[in-house]
């Protein structure tokens, strides 16, 4: 049976290692960028989170530059965000720092987290237009700001890295059947959630394991092979 969906999943995850650092299962009434805002405290000090285009928000952005220590982030936003990335779009800029102000539900929002802004404050963010391979521009927002440090040219590999959670995604819900449970009571669906985050973040460590020898295996094949999960 079709039944609608009554609980959503946002995951942090380790793109380089496959690795899944922690995740929350919550309501499906409650949006990813509220679950966000309560996961900003737990990312790793010295990490740079990827975030697609249903993240970007004044409010994360400036709950990531405003902790003890900021976390970094990329962003990539829609065409029509808000009207400096539509002006940054028409000036043809490939790099652009700006100061954003908060809109009434940003500051709402905010509020409900328990942080007080007004209208007057203001985050630094960097633009940064990436050409995708079918010519359209997309924008990425980042407080990355210094270009010197962070050019633009790697921007486009960066974002790129987040194709990585995709397919854990499938991963952990077509061969590891994450959305079957055992029983059905919320503490039964979270142990199971998580159980199901353990046993695929051991699955990585032993694929790891085994890359190396694929490989070599690999180079005396025609075709280049992949560890069977």
């Known amino acids: 049976d079709n039944l609608p969906p009554m609980a959503r999943i ?4 380790d793109v380089l290692n496959d690795i899944t650092l922690f995740g929350h299962m919550r309501p ?3 949006s990813e960028k509220a679950i966000t805002y309560r996961m900003v405290d737990d990312l790793p000090l010295d990490s740079l989170t990827l975030f697609d285009r249903g993240f970007p928000s004044y409010a994360l952005m400036f709950m990531m530059i405003n902790q003890e220590t900021p976390r970094h982030f990329v962003m990539r936003c829609k065409r029509d965000f808000n009207n400096e990335v539509k002006a940054f779009l028409k000036s043809g800029a490939h790099s652009q720092v700006v100061e954003l102000t908060p809109s ?9 987290q328990c942080i007080i802004v007004n209208k007057s404050t203001t985050i630094r963010v960097r633009m940064v237009r990436v050409k995708l391979d079918t010519g359209e521009d997309e924008v990425l927002l980042t407080n990355l700001l210094d270009d010197k440090l962070y050019p633009t040219s790697c921007f486009k ?13 499938d991963k952990q819900k ?3 059947l994450m959305g ?4 059905i009571n919320v503490e039964c669906l979270l142990q199971d959630y998580h159980a199901t985050l353990v046993v695929a973040n051991i699955q ?5 394991q085994c890359e190396q020898h694929v490989k070599e295996v ?12």
């Open 10 to 13: 946002v995951q942090a995850h």
């Open 28 to 30: 499906i009434c409650e």
């Open 204 to 208: 990585s460590l032993i694929e790891k």
């Open 218 to 229: 690999s180079m005396r094949r025609k075709y280049e092979y992949k560890v069977n999960r």
């Open 104 to 112: 009434q539900s940003a500051m709402e929002g905010l509020y409900a």
């Open 180 to 183: 079957q449970f055992s029983g």
């Open 157 to 169: 590999h960066l974002y790129n890295l987040r194709w990585g959670i995709e397919t854990t995604y």
């Open 174 to 176: 077509n061969k590891m």
